[in-house]
């Protein structure tokens, strides 16, 4: 498993357990409580390849988030993690960049796998812009 | 109650406008029918007041002329020279000249023997020294009497004009023809039942009137004193009732009378009475069917527009309670989402756990991976209701296709086709051909159609059959679409919460309580309209409709 996530939420017990989760799949993960925490992280280490981000966060909020990542990691993958059950708030999240979205609750397989594939485009992109 | 009310509405409304129309027509036809009542019995009797003031005239000249001849006689002419009957007989001829009304002359000694006499009959030597009219001549110079047969058998009148001369008094009396007087009064025509005569003061006739009497008759009249100039009355004699035009004569207390017919007379009057009395009764009809006719089709608007009011605020409710439920489903769901996320993940986490070697020796170890697999089978339950409430709650535009019903309903119906065979329930399809298509939103549509499809099989559960018709509305710009089951019905205080959402008449566990909720909120979104209809042991239908252009 060859890609880092940061997963970004303001739910400890969640974010906590994503984390126990991931790592128990070898995964290396980085939990963050806020956006500005997150941004904090990646700007010390910007070594991730994809990062988990709740939509609704107290302060900054995920969207707000996402913008400001993208802005300075343009390469970074992020996947939105969404209560809002309707295709417009991910639609959202996609049209400012975001990998794509999942649904709370998470079912986990799906979110790996999305992970997953995004991290592939990370290095594909990452690749390209090399060449 | 709404009815009545409006009933009561509709009679005021005919009231008011029957008061706002009758009151001027009213005071304006009998104004005008005043008027021209007053001005045409004004003319009438003004008409009738020149006549008889008229023949008044004529006759208090004519017997002015005979009282002045006579009195220049006896003023000019000496007795010794009158009671001379050669002499006499000379003027009596002059006075002819002039006059054929002169029947004779006598001349009276103060005693009241007639001492020279000119005329048809041998009445010289005559005392009349009793007479009445002897003693009123003497002492008042003139007296002309009432009309009378006396011996000369013929209607006539006496005047009589007593002269003093030295010591002795005498008098000149001629008789006259009183034919004038009829042929006078008769040459007042008045229609077929107008009348003219002289009455004295006795009430009798000193003429002959053209109808009912004869000269002389005394006729049942009330007593009318003197007064001067003329006047037109109404009474009824003898049972009549006449206009009466009356005036006293001048030289002699004789009430001249000139009767009409008042019908006769106003036969104008009375038949502008009658065209008034029509025109006011064709007018009121007029009235008062346009007041029923605004009255009734105001009434029947006002009932068209609260209907629609009704059916607006029906619609209205149930949007809002929609929009309120929109809000709350939200918020609830958001709220709830998170710790049903953080329950799914212990849940994966300890199943994460439970694959590893050591675990799977615990003789727990079934128990635990049950209990986990309830957990994250019943978090997916109740995401399932905090999607669906978001997916209700989300204000998403839907997208426009253009969309064949008929195939749509066919791909939807085809989902259910197993199950349905399965139930013994057949799928009878009535559509109607070339039916326009729609431009509409067909996942949305479909998760309608498979909701309403769904409520039906549950409905009948065992052997039946649901009717899918499809129809072309009014002008082709809706489509409907009616799709009925043999189920068991519902009852009528279900139908009314039928679209209410969380209300499910499923067991636990089987229905949310929002497929309809949601159905509705997406026709709506959709620019149509859901209703339902049902009967309890027969079926329920429900009715949708769809605009054609979005």
Sequence with gaps: MDFRVLAVDDEADFIETLVKRFTYRKIPVTAAGSGPEALALLERDPAYDVVILDMRMPGMDGIAVLKELKKRHPLLEVIMLTGHASVEAGMQGMSLGAYDYVLKPVDFGELLEKARKASERKKLNEARAKA | ?550
């Design chain 2, 1 to 550: 109650m709404i009815q009545d009310e409006f009933n009561k509405l509709r009679l005021k409304l005919i009231a008011i406008s029957l008061a706002f129309s009758f009151i001027p027509l009213f005071s304006l036809g009998l104004g005008l029918y005043d008027r021209f009542y007053e001005t045409y019995t004004d003319k009438v009797h003004g008409n009738l007041r020149n006549l008889v003031e008229n023949k008044k005239t004529t006759i208090d000249m004519f017997l002015s002329e005979r009282v002045a001849q006579l009195s220049t006689l006896a003023l000019t002419e000496a007795y010794a020279d009158m009671s001379n009957e050669k002499y006499l007989e000379h003027i009596f001829s002059v006075l002819q000249l002039h006059s054929k009304s002169f029947l004779d002359l006598q001349v009276i000694d103060q005693n009241g023997i007639c001492v020279a006499y000119v005329g048809p009959y041998p009445l010289r030597g005559v005392d009349y020294g009793k007479e009445e009219w002897f003693g009123k001549a003497m002492a008042k110079g003139v007296h002309i009497s009432d009309v009378f047969m006396g011996f000369r058998k013929y209607p006539h009148f006496n005047i009589a004009i007593s002269r003093r001369e030295g010591d002795k008094t005498w008098v000149l009396r001629a008789a006259i023809d009183s034919d004038i007087f009829d042929s006078l009064v008769r040459s007042v025509h008045l229609g077929k039942s107008g009348d003219a005569f002289i009455l004295s003061t006795g009430h009798v006739l000193q003429t002959k009137p053209r109808f009912g009497h004869d000269m002389f008759d005394t006729l049942s009249f009330p007593d009318i004193p003197r007064f001067p100039g003329t006047r037109v009355e109404e009474f009824a004699t003898g049972g009549q009732t006449s206009l009466f035009a009356m005036t006293w004569l001048n030289q002699k207390d004789w009430l001249l009378v000139i009767k009409d017919d008042p019908r006769e007379e106003l036969l104008p009057l009375y038949r502008a009475r009658w065209l008034l009395i029509l025109l006011l009764a064709g007018g009121s009809l007029l009235v008062i069917g346009g007041a029923v006719f605004i009255a009734n089709s105001t009434v029947r608007q006002l009932i068209v527009a609260e209907r629609e009011k009704a059916a607006l605020d029906a619609s209205l409710t149930q949007s809002s309670k929609m929009a309120a439920l929109g809000k709350l489903a939200a918020g609830v769901a958001h709220e709830v989402n998170n710790p049903l996320a953080i329950i799914m993940e212990k849940a994966g986490w300890m199943r994460d756990l439970l694959s590893e070697e050591d675990i799977k020796a615990s003789p727990n170890f079934g128990e635990f991976e049950d209990a986990v697999s309830k957990i994250e089978f019943h978090v997916r339950r109740a995401k399932d209701v905090t999607h669906r409430l978001l997916g209700f709650a989300r204000r998403m535009e839907p997208t426009q296709e253009d969309l064949d019903v008929n195939l749509l309903l066919d791909q939807t119906r085809s989902f259910l086709e197993n199950e349905a065979s399965f139930r013994g329930i057949a799928f009878i399809t009535d559509y109607q051909k070339n039916l326009p298509r729609i431009e509409s939103d067909a996942s949305q549509l479909q998760q309608v159609f498979l909701n309403i499809f769904d409520n039906a099989i549950d409905a009948i559960d065992k052997n039946g059959s649901i009717t899918i018709c499809t129809r072309a509305g009014t002008d082709n710009n809706e489509v409907e679409i009616a799709i009925s089951d043999t189920g068991k019905g519902i009852p009528r205080e279900t139908l009314e919460k039928i679209f209410d959402p969380f209300f499910t008449t499923k067991k636990v566990g089987e229905g949310t309580g929002l497929g309809l909720t949601i159905s509705y909120s997406i026709i709506e979104k959709l620019g149509g309209h859901i209703n339902v209809t049902s009967e309890e042991g027969k079926g329920t239908t429900f009715h949708i409709a769809l605009p054609v252009g979005a």
